[in-house]
């Protein structure tokens, strides 16, 4: 697959359930072009969409979350989310609807 354009850090109009404003879809749906997934790429060098300084990673159905762990130590096996499958916990422990 050709994984396309994707985007970092917290989103603006996006809401906890993955309700999305039409400002904020109309890029959504522009980028998700550039995917033969049809799915806009999202990474934030963790296992999971996190909330960071108060900001948090909400996703919608659009988007498919690439985790990344960076650094020497081992994965912790508990937090790996199973790959492939919308409704998995976001870090608080919320579904996200993204795959």
């Known amino acids: 697959p050709t994984y396309g354009c994707g985007l970092i850090g917290p989103l603006p109009g996006i809401t906890s ?3 999305v404003e ?34 948090t990673e909400w996703l919608s159905a659009d988007f498919l979350f690439m985790p990344e762990q960076w650094g020497v130590a081992p994965v912790q096996e508990d937090l790996v989310r199973p790959a ?11 579904p996200s609807p993204a795959t």
Request: charged share 15%; no cysteine.
């Open 84 to 94: 492939g499958q919308a409704g998995f916990p976001d870090s608080s422990g919320a």
């Open 17 to 19: 359930d993955g309700e």
């Open 22 to 55: 039409p400002e904020t879809q109309r890029l959504i749906d522009g980028i998700k072009s550039s995917s033969t997934l049809s799915l806009v790429t999202y990474s934030n060098w963790n296992l999971a969409p996190q909330t960071v300084n108060n900001k």
